[in-house]
């Protein structure tokens, strides 16, 4: 029995975008707690919603290759592709980030280089990908794919920040 490769958003990404999620209620529990302006509270809230959202979202998604289809799974719902169906596995890559495509006829699927082991997934898609469907220059830019590591620092940059942030709160009230 062979294993389906499953390919998931970077733990590097995760980590810090869940602890900035962490952060961000923290702060909000902080001020209320404080008596804070209501404003104040308003704003860390409509922060935490997208944020949140974008954490579970990355956290459950995941992209299965298994032996007749790719499947995407998302929050609360699934995309799958037949490999026959395939009409165009594409990669595009622009500055530091990578896409591949994938086209069966009008449905088409777009995943980033947010992905582990992203040149392992490409890979594994172009050898399930029928004939003719994988142009040559996607194959040429998929032998340089790039690892886009700014939003991961961005993240990181962000969790001091807020750590900062809650730190003066905590310090100016008793």
């Not at 702060?27 to 509270?41: D, E, T």
């Not at 954490?55 to 490999?83: N, Q, W």
């Amino acid at each position: 029995m062979s294993t389906q490769p499953i390919f998931t958003i970077r733990k590097t990404l995760l980590v810090p975008v869940g602890l900035l999620t962490l952060l961000v209620a923290a702060l909000l529990v902080i001020v209320i707690s404080q008596g804070q302006p209501i404003a104040k509270a308003l704003i860390l809230a409509l922060m935490l919603l997208p944020l949140l959202l974008f954490f579970a979202e990355s956290a459950v998604r995941r992209v299965e290759i298994g032996p007749e289809a790719v499947t995407v799974h998302k929050l609360m719902r699934r995309r799958s592709f037949a490999y026959a169906e395939l009409t165009a596995v594409e990669v595009v890559v622009v500055r530091q980030r990578a896409f591949l495509s994938l086209s069966a006829g009008d449905d088409f699927l777009i995943l980033t280089n947010g992905y582990a082991d992203f040149a392992g997934l490409v890979r594994a898609l172009f050898e399930k990908a029928p004939e003719g469907s994988v142009d040559e220059e996607s194959r040429r830019q998929a032998d340089s794919l790039p690892v886009k590591r700014s939003d991961i620092v961005s993240a990181w940059l962000l969790t001091v920040l807020l750590v900062y942030i809650i730190y003066v709160q905590l310090a100016g009230h008793p």
